[in-house]
């Protein structure tokens, strides 16, 4: 039976990337070299898919070779192409240690093609509620999102944000263009566990290692995404959600803005009790409030953009979307 490192493998591979695909292959053929990491996997506590247990481990490996220190994991990585197991199989033993202690810790993507999604459930909102919003981001990481007002889209022709921001963000687009309305962003916060500053050459060495290393253009966006949050740090408190979200709903809100609580890939992390915690701080929060949702299914056979407005708690299925963004096949009301 195929172990957990195998069975991403199949998922990497069918959303494109048959070189991450073959990392994780070969992860699974020589965990006999690396009895740390072989007994972090065996001995997980949790569902080792939903906790992205595979993308951890490939999260290492590519730490490893971006360091440059082991020439032939950096060459393996800087070519696609040589000896996967015999490099691979060398480095987890020479580095169990190493690998088995960074899958302790969560993935942190932050993946900034999300926000493209976001800012068409947001377009979506603005023609139901007609206001400025604050956004307030579950899972923030970096807080890298919580700059999309910066950030320059094209969904579907549809042309929106900062024009001239470095940070362009073109999905590819099935179905017909979304609602062009306008987005005023007015206040933004967000919450991790485990936050990331922008400005630590070391978190921004972990966003950039969980960046797959067949697609150079992530990388190239992630920089220019961390160069504008250095110049605007984005605001992310240090807390648990089940705790934070609560406590910021219950602040007044600006007058004649709508608050907007987002999550993007954080909340498979969550236990059942935070899911009913922020579930009931919403159903309760006053008007006007909405909630976007990227996330894959209970099933996660597909990762749904979802939008649901209160107090009446209608949720819609704006669009079924690649898990790092890379196209959204939209199902939301369209302009066009």
Do not use: K
């Not at 290492?60 to 082991?70: N, V």
């Not at 994991?73 to 015999?86: E, K």
């Not at 934070?244 to 954080?266: D, E, F, I, K, N």
């Not at 209608?314 to 898990?323: D, G, Q, S, V």
Request: aromatic share 6%; glycine share 8%; hydrophobic share 45%.
């Amino acid at each position: 039976m195929a172990g957990p490192l195998a069975r991403q493998a199949q998922v990497v591979r069918a959303l494109g990337s048959s070189f991450v695909a073959a990392i994780l292959d070969a992860g699974e053929r020589q965990l006999h070299r690396a009895p740390l990491t072989a007994r972090r996997i065996d001995d997980w506590p949790g569902d080792p898919a939903a906790d992205a247990l595979a993308m951890r481990f490939n999260g290492a490996l590519h730490a490893l070779a971006r360091r440059g220190d082991r020439p032939a994991l950096s060459t393996l990585y800087a070519t696609r192409t040589g000896d996967f197991d015999g490099v691979i199989g060398d480095t987890m033993a020479q580095a169990d240690a190493f690998i088995a202690d960074w899958m302790r810790e969560p993935p942190q993507t932050n993946e900034v093609a999300r926000s493209a999604a976001i800012m068409a459930a947001l377009m979506t909102l603005r023609a139901d509620v007609d206001l400025p919003v604050e956004l307030l981001e579950l899972g923030a990481s970096a807080g890298l999102n919580l700059n999309l007002g910066r950030y320059a889209f094209d969904l579907g022709g549809v042309r929106v944000g900062d024009a001239a921001s470095p940070v362009r963000i073109t999905p590819e687009w099935r179905g017909r263009p979304p609602l062009a309305h306008p987005v005023e962003i007015v206040g933004a916060a967000g919450v991790d566990l485990r936050p990331l500053i922008v400005g630590d050459p070391a978190a921004q060495e972990r966003l950039m290692a969980y960046v797959w290393a067949d697609q150079p253009e992530r990388a190239e966006r992630l920089r220019h995404a961390l160069a504008i949050a250095h110049a605007h740090p984005p605001r992310v408190e240090r807390d648990d959600i089940a705790h934070w979200l609560p406590q910021a709903l219950s602040r007044p809100a600006v007058a004649g803005t709508c608050r907007v609580v987002v999550h993007a890939m954080s909340l498979q992390y969550c236990d059942a009790a935070t899911h009913a915690t922020v579930a009931e701080a919403l159903a309760t929060a006053d008007t006007p409030i909405a909630r976007i949702g990227f996330e894959w299914t209970e099933a996660r056979d597909a990762v749904h953009l979802t939008l649901t407005t209160y107090p009446d708690g209608r949720t819609r299925h704006l669009a079924t979307c690649h898990a790092y963004g890379h196209w959204i096949d939209w199902h939301g009301p369209t302009g066009g």
